[in-house]
């Protein structure tokens, strides 16, 4: 299964943007659907966005539609969550995904990889 490191969550205010990205090795990374999801404290973990193999189509949740934008780079084995006009209820850990079945059905249960997430803070 492919390995997955997160990076470039941060402390940031409300309207801030702010841009995450997952790096992914031991595996082929354009076979996996990739997705980003967050949890928050005393939460469920709950899907954000996700794009298919070769970025044709992506999937939002309706909390994020027009705000966030997932893209992926396969020839840098990486995917990213562009965060804009950040709020307060987004903070949260996002963690990123690889599904090797959906893009547009990705939920927790068919996810096959997971990073180990990274902490999104917005203050207002």
């Known amino acids: 299964q492919v390995h997955l490191v997160e990076s470039g969550g941060g402390l940031v205010q409300a309207g801030d943007s702010l841009t995450l990205s997952c790096g992914a090795s031991g595996g082929t990374f354009s076979r996996y659907a990739m997705g980003w999801f967050r949890q928050a404290p005393g939460k469920e973990r709950e899907f954000v966005a996700a794009i298919t193999w070769i970025g044709r189509k992506t999937y939002y949740a309706d909390s994020v539609k027009g705000r966030f934008t997932i893209s992926r780079d396969n020839a840098k084995n990486t995917v990213y969550l562009q965060m804009n006009s950040l709020k307060p209820e987004d903070t949260a850990v996002y963690y990123c995904?690889?599904?090797?079945?959906?893009?547009?059905?990705?939920?927790?249960?068919?996810?096959?990889?997971w990073g180990q997430g990274t902490q999104v803070t917005v203050s207002s």
């Open positions: 995904a690889a599904d090797s079945s959906t893009a547009q059905n990705m939920g927790v249960r068919s996810v096959n990889s």
